[in-house]
């Protein structure tokens, strides 16, 4: 069976079990080449558009609860970024923190599908990506809701952020040395839980936990790399004029406070948000209280 065969056979599986008081789920998978690259995604609804951009170790999947409830007012649309499932993936392919080429392939992605002005949500990885996207296409951009970007180049030159970056280095190096070994058993949870705080890995549902090691080739990719890591600076946030709706998860790591806190200061139209009972997941660990927030926002953007 290919990849694409077991894409369906999952997309397919996930329909069946869905609730039947709930909208259907989003059509079958489709693809669209966009930046030299075949995009997957899914939608679901119709209207105005949105684009859901997952975070690392994810893919297109990481939104399928969401769909549905986003799906009643807008077309709802989730891609999987360049190296994630269901595309093929390799260790050698795009890593998962080269948020500037991820950006222009959200750009060409929406341009491929003959969009002209969209709505963004995006989580962790994806929101670094939509923030360089943003900030280069800026006339794309109706509003952004952005969940915990791992922007650090919004920290350089902070006071008192050198020692928080050095721990965040330092926490995310088992991870990191597990990926170049290729332990990716031992990497995953290493990097969930460095990321999201402990016991972060333990409380993801088994179908998560799958996602996470269907895409951690780009993670592999990253860690590997010797491409130079992109920087987003204070003064491209200022270039974007949209609103934007920023989130931080109770529970997240001190690390994405100060970075949020550099963009509340530096995007000139926004609004940010502390969502109750989550970590850096936000969307997956409270998607009721996620979902409405988002909701909210875009109902008045």
Same mark, same amino acid.
């Given at each position: 069976?290919?990849?694409?065969?077991?894409?369906?056979?999952?997309?397919?599986?996930?329909? /069946?079990a869905a609730? $039947?008081? =709930? $909208?259907?789920?989003?059509?079958? /998978?489709?693809?669209?080449?966009?930046?030299?690259?075949?995009?997957a995604?899914?939608? #679901?609804?119709?209207?105005?558009?949105i684009?859901?951009?997952?975070?690392? @170790?994810?893919?297109?999947?990481?939104?399928?609860? +969401? #769909?549905?409830?986003?799906? %009643?007012?807008?077309?709802?649309?989730?891609?999987?970024?360049?190296?994630?499932?269901?595309?093929?993936?390799?260790?050698?392919?795009?890593?998962?923190?080269a948020?500037?080429?991820h950006?222009?392939?959200?750009?060409?992605?929406?341009?491929?599908?003959? #969009?002209?002005?969209?709505?963004?949500?995006? +989580?962790s990885?994806?929101?670094?990506?939509?923030?360089?996207?943003?900030?280069?296409?800026?006339?794309?951009?109706?509003? #952004?809701?952005? &969940?915990?970007p791992?922007a650090?180049?919004?920290?350089?030159?902070?006071?008192?952020?050198? %020692?928080?970056?050095?721990?965040?280095?330092?926490?995310?190096?088992?991870?990191?040395?597990?990926?170049?070994?290729?332990?990716?058993k031992?990497g995953?949870?290493?990097?969930? &839980?460095?990321?999201?705080?402990?016991?972060?890995?333990?409380?993801?549902?088994?179908?998560?936990?799958?996602? &996470?090691? %269907?895409? *951690?080739?780009?993670?592999?990719a990253?860690? =590997?790399?010797?491409?130079?890591?992109?920087?987003?600076?204070?003064?491209?946030?200022?270039?974007?004029?949209?609103?934007?709706? @920023?989130?931080?998860?109770?529970?997240?790591?001190?690390f994405?406070?100060?970075?949020?806190?550099?963009?509340e200061?530096?995007?000139?139209?926004?609004e940010?948000?502390?969502v109750?009972?989550?970590? +850096?997941? *936000?969307?997956?660990?409270?998607p009721?209280a996620? &979902?409405?927030?988002?909701?909210?926002? @875009?109902?008045k +953007?």
């Amino acid at each position: 069976m290919t990849t694409r065969d077991l894409a369906r056979a999952a997309f397919a599986a996930s329909i /069946i079990a869905a609730p $039947m008081n =709930t $909208m259907t789920m989003a059509d079958e /998978i489709k693809r669209i080449s966009a930046n030299g690259t075949e995009l997957a995604y899914v939608e #679901l609804g119709k209207g105005d558009p949105i684009i859901f951009v997952h975070g690392g @170790l994810q893919d297109y999947r990481m939104w399928s609860e +969401h #769909l549905p409830k986003f799906g %009643d007012r807008y077309r709802a649309i989730a891609y999987s970024r360049r190296n994630h499932f269901p595309s093929d993936v390799s260790p050698d392919g795009m890593p998962d923190g080269a948020a500037d080429a991820h950006g222009e392939d959200l750009a060409a992605f929406v341009r491929a599908l003959g #969009l002209s002005k969209v709505r963004i949500v995006a +989580h962790s990885a994806g929101a670094h990506a939509a923030l360089f996207f943003a900030a280069m296409h800026p006339d794309m951009i109706v509003s #952004l809701a952005l &969940n915990e970007p791992p922007a650090t180049g919004l920290l350089t030159g902070v006071p008192n952020t050198a %020692d928080m970056l050095k721990e965040w280095g330092s926490n995310q190096a088992p991870a990191r040395e597990a990926f170049k070994a290729g332990d990716t058993k031992a990497g995953i949870p290493l990097f969930v &839980n460095a990321v999201g705080g402990p016991g972060a890995y333990e409380r993801r549902s088994d179908a998560d936990k799958k996602m &996470n090691l %269907d895409n *951690v080739a780009s993670s592999q990719a990253d860690a =590997t790399t010797k491409r130079p890591r992109p920087v987003f600076t204070c003064e491209m946030a200022k270039a974007i004029t949209a609103p934007t709706l @920023l989130s931080n998860g109770e529970r997240s790591p001190k690390f994405f406070y100060l970075i949020m806190d550099q963009l509340e200061s530096c995007l000139p139209n926004r609004e940010r948000i502390v969502v109750a009972g989550s970590s +850096h997941t *936000v969307p997956a660990e409270n998607p009721e209280a996620y &979902n409405q927030a988002v909701l909210t926002f @875009l109902g008045k +953007h």
